[in-house]
């Protein structure tokens, strides 16, 4: 088999078949030898199957605003995603029963809840679940359903390899995704054009989710973003393209997006401010 003619979705199907094997075979102390042994070194890590460091822990933040009723999924999500994880829970201010569901996990271990009094943005949870990050690497994560963390491995692997500082997950080059509205595609390839023009460099998604960052990184970066809410996203890039001898890669990833009926949220005035947020940053 060749596999390096292979879609991403095959390797991950036959990824899965690879470690459901291994599981029936009965040899879980070390599955990733078991798959090298079996595969080699090299067509293992073509796969996305390679070994996490010691000790390595991922630091996911989730803001947090009126999800109640997707925010329980998100959390059992992450914490089967295979990577050791901790949660930073920022609720931005949610007035559904949302924050009664977080408090739920306020003992948890792998747990940190954050609340704010009020709606202050999403721009405004993240610089400041950014700075609780304790782990090797962040990520952002959305509370809704729209991003899957069974992708945290395959954005994972250019950090860990040392190959990457940054790496953004982009819907656009690659993977699965729901078909909904061209505007708000159109919209993102547009605002990531004007970002690559600015800033030199050649991303297919300046607005999505999942960015994933050295932790050293990213909490050098933090206090100096001043967006609330969704300019975050090019303010973020912009000042990540900045810093001297940065590496930022993008891997594909999946995405089902979601209507307004189900609880989307960014909207044509997020668009105008991310534009402004482009030429100013």
């Known amino acids: 088999m060749n596999y390096d003619n292979l879609t991403d979705d095959q390797h991950d199907k036959l990824r899965n078949k690879l470690l459901d094997w291994q599981r029936a075979a009965g040899d879980a102390d070390d599955p990733v030898a078991f798959l090298e042994q079996l595969l080699g070194t090299s067509v293992c890590r073509r796969l996305g199957i390679y070994r996490l460091p010691e000790n390595f822990l991922l630091s996911v933040v989730v803001p947090v605003y009126n999800e ?7 959390i059992r999500r992450v914490r089967s995603s295979g990577v050791p994880c901790e949660l930073i829970l920022v609720d931005d201010g949610s007035t ?17 809840l954050v609340l704010h009094d009020s709606n ?9 679940g950014f700075m609780e990050a304790s782990g090797d690497v962040v990520v952002v994560q959305d509370a809704d359903l729209e991003y899957d963390p069974a992708e945290f491995l ?8 040392n190959q990457a500082d940054v790496v953004f997950g982009s819907r656009f080059t690659g993977g699965s995704h ?12 547009f605002l990531t054009l004007l970002s690559n ?4 460099l050649n991303l297919t998604d300046i607005e999505t989710c999942y960015k994933m960052f050295r932790r050293e990184l990213i909490q ?31 891997r594909p990833i999946s995405y089902s997006g979601r209507t307004y009926a189900q609880g989307k949220k960014i909207g044509w005035r997020d668009g105008f401010r991310a534009l402004w947020c482009i030429l100013r940053y």
Do not use: C
């Open 154 to 161: 395959r954005l994972l692997q250019p950090i860990v390899e």
């Open 68 to 74: 109640e009723r997707t925010i329980e999924e998100v």
């Open 220 to 250: 050098k970066i933090a206090p100096t973003l001043r967006e609330n809410r969704f300019g975050i996203e090019p303010e973020l890039t912009a000042k990540l393209a900045r810093v001297p001898g940065v590496r930022i890669y993008e």
């Open 178 to 189: 729901r078909v909904l509205y061209f505007w708000h595609s159109a919209g993102n390839r």
């Open 120 to 128: 202050l943005g999403k721009g405004a949870a993240l610089r400041g």
């Open 96 to 112: 559904d029963g949302t924050r009664a569901l977080l408090e739920n996990y306020r003992h948890d271990a792998d747990v940190r």
């Open 197 to 200: 023009l600015m800033t030199n």
